[in-house]
């Protein structure tokens, strides 16, 4: 399979065409603690949400709050000015974050896996000492996101990986630009993909609701801002997070650098197995897929099942021999 020529040189348009932060001083400052601040509050007034009686609704209205804060931000501190241009795109984006990634399979399967936690087989798993349920809850947290994480990790990889399943998550990977609004752009059935990879393995570690709640909320927040079209100088969180700077290249055409930081939370899994990439150099601009996609939500609900979908796409490789 041949390598798809990435069209993007990164000298090839000047600064202001390919960059929207400015060389402010307090831009450029902003740009280093804007990231780590989204997500510790965010993190934060979530917790607080966790102790009243409707945990889930408080989490609901920090989100809300949280995407309009990133999109605000998005027209301050843009990293790539292009991607502030409108693609068509926001009814089929918001389409698929509230019918396919957020209602129908989340709340089903969450609401599945509260009643688990809650019943006394799972009970007596805690207490036979399996889930650390004396440790502290952040410490409880990063356990539940280290476990999940091995299975979205492979979830998220094998959509790479496997043609069939490719199919379905062209249609996240077919937009052309990053923002807030197509964090949520995901087929149910490249949804549902990740749930079964991730959340039974919660389940079978124990783990409580109010944990599965926090890392729910956190894999969202962390979502939002790797999508995000903020200028985030991460630093050495790019060693240990899925930033945004890491997911810029994962939307890359060229397969060297799309097939790659396959991690939705942590990098701990792609620094294991061999998938990390980040060179220091800016990611791609020019981001999408080689294939069509139609650009309506209904459009892109059937194309995946079209017979002519047996044609592999560029962007999907059976193995990451053939990328490199």
């Known amino acids: 399979m041949s390598e798809p020529q990435n069209e993007y040189v990164a000298d090839a348009a000047p600064r202001e065409l390919i960059t929207g932060v400015s060389d402010h001083p307090g831009h450029r400052l902003a740009s280093y603690f804007v990231w780590p601040a989204l997500l510790l509050g965010a993190v934060f007034f979530t917790s607080l949400g966790m102790q009243t009686d409707y945990p889930l609704l408080s989490f609901y209205g920090v989100y809300v709050v949280f995407a309009l804060t990133i999109g605000g931000i998005e027209r301050l501190l843009p990293h790539e000015r292009t991607w502030l241009q409108d693609d068509h795109q926001s009814g089929a984006n918001i389409a698929h974050t509230l019918l396919n990634k957020g209602a129908l399979p989340m709340l089903a399967v969450i609401g599945v896996i509260f009643g ?108 939002m801002l790797t999508h995000c079209n903020i200028e985030c100088r991460t630093g050495v969180l790019d060693y240990v997070f899925n930033t945004p700077q890491m997911h810029r290249w994962h939307h890359s055409k060229d397969l060297r650098e799309g097939n790659t930081n396959y991690g939705e939370n942590l990098m701990l899994w792609d620094q294991l197995f061999g998938t990390y990439f980040n060179e220091p150099r800016r990611p791609p601009a020019d981001i999408g897929i080689q294939t069509f996609m139609p650009p309506t939500f209904v459009g892109q609900m059937v194309h995946p099942f079209r017979k002519e979908q047996g044609v592999a796409d560029p962007m999907m490789s059976a193995t990451r021999e053939e990328a490199s």
């Open 116 to 223: 688990l936690a809650e019943t006394e087989q799972a009970a007596d798993v805690v207490a036979d000492g399996i889930w650390p349920s004396e440790w502290p809850m952040v410490a409880q947290v990063a356990l539940a996101m280290v476990g999940a994480e091995f299975g979205l990790y492979w979830a998220h990889r094998t959509a790479h990986e496997i043609q069939f399943v490719w199919r379905f998550h062209a249609v996240h990977h077919s937009v052309t630009r990053l923002w807030f609004l197509n964090t949520g752009r995901f087929h149910l059935v490249d949804s549902f993909w990740s749930v079964l990879f991730s959340q039974p393995i919660l389940f079978l570690m124990g783990a409580p609701a109010d944990v599965i709640l926090m890392f729910g909320a956190i894999t969202a927040f962390i979502g």
